[in-house]
C-alpha cells in the first residue's frame, strides 16, 4: 500500500463528516464485523452482578487476560478450538461447547492438527451441546438429554460474527461499495476477492 502511495490513518474511527471532508469521488466501505454474544440463554446473576466473565475468543487470542483458573469456551471451530488449546497450555481447565460437530467445516489437515493438540492439553470436549444458563460459577449445557453443569469461572465466545454496518445507514453523495464481512459473513479469500475486484474496477 506504501509503495501504490495509500494514505493510511491508523487509530482512528471517522464518520460521515469525516469521510465527506475528503472530498471523495467513492466510498469503499469494509468495516469488518463484530464477534456475536450470547442470546437466549438465562444468566444468573448478570455479569454486572459479579457472575462468570464473559469474553470473545478474538480478544483471547490476541492476550486479553482470563481470570479465575476455569473456562468454558463456547464454539468449536477455528477461534474456539485455537482459544481451548492456548488457555489449556496456560494451565487453565478448560472444557469446550459445540451445537454441532466439533470442528464442523474446518479444513481437514488442521482440523486433525487442532483435535491431537486438544486431546494433549487435556480440553474436555462436548459436542452437540447447547447452552442452557449461566449461573455464578457454572454453566449449564443441554447435554445427553440432561442438563450437565460445568464449573467456570470465565466463558469464552466464540460463536461467530455479526456485520458491522455502523456507516451503511449514511448517504454519502458519491458511489458507495460494501465490501467484506460487513457486507456478508466469509472468510479471507472472500474480502481479498471482493477488493480485488472492486480496486480494479475503480
Partial sequence: ??????DIRLNSAPDKNAILSEQPDAVVLATGAHPRDLAGVDMLPSPEQNGIARLFGIDVLRGARVPGGKVVVI???YIGMECAIKLAEQGYETSLVEMNEIGRGVILRIRGMLFRRMMETGVRLFPSSSVFRLTRHQVEIAHGGSVFPIDADAV?????TVPDKSLQEHDFGVPTH???DCRRI??????VAQGTELGLRL
Fill in 186 to 191: 466469509g472468510d479471507a479469500r472472500d474480502a
Fill in 156 to 160: 469464552v465466545l466464540a460463536i461467530g
Fill in 1 to 6: 500500500m506504501k509503495q501504490a502511495g495509500v
Fill in 75 to 77: 464454539g468449536g471451530r
Fill in 178 to 180: 460494501v465490501i467484506g
